[in-house]
């Protein structure tokens, strides 16, 4: 199995920025596809962002295009996500994922591991 931790939420302006990180241990992290979902207060779970399993063909929600930047580093076993121009639309809590047999990427059931979360709140 792997183990996911997520760090570097914390209280942001809105147009300021964050860098969240995830790092994975218990199993190969080369082997597994990883994403970012959030949810908001009140909200369903939503997709964010996801990477291939080697670091190629990076995608986006409509919402977030232009402002969130994923990357990984599987020498570190990390995955990243920085967040740019944020908005109060923004504040969630956000998950890392990471799956072996992915099919349809911003499907949250698709994926077998998650990290519990870390809270990003960006105010006006």
């Known amino acids: 199995q792997v183990h996911l931790v997520e760090s570097g939420g914390g209280l942001v302006q809105a147009g300021g920025s964050l860098r969240l990180s995830c790092v994975a241990s218990g199993r190969t992290f080369s082997d597994y596809r990883t994403a970012w979902f959030r949810q908001g207060p009140g909200k369903e779970r939503e997709f964010v962002s996801t990477?291939?399993?080697?670091?190629?063909?990076?995608y986006y929600a409509d919402s977030v295009k232009g402002r969130f930047t994923i990357s990984r580093d599987n020498a570190k076993n990390t995955v990243y996500l920085q967040m740019n121009s944020l908005k109060p639309e923004d504040t969630a809590i956000y998950y890392c994922a990471a799956g072996a047999s992915v099919r349809r990427v911003a499907v949250g059931d698709e994926y077998d591991y998650w990290g519990q979360g870390t809270q990003v709140t960006v105010s006006s």
């Open positions: 990477i291939r399993r080697d670091g190629g063909s990076p």
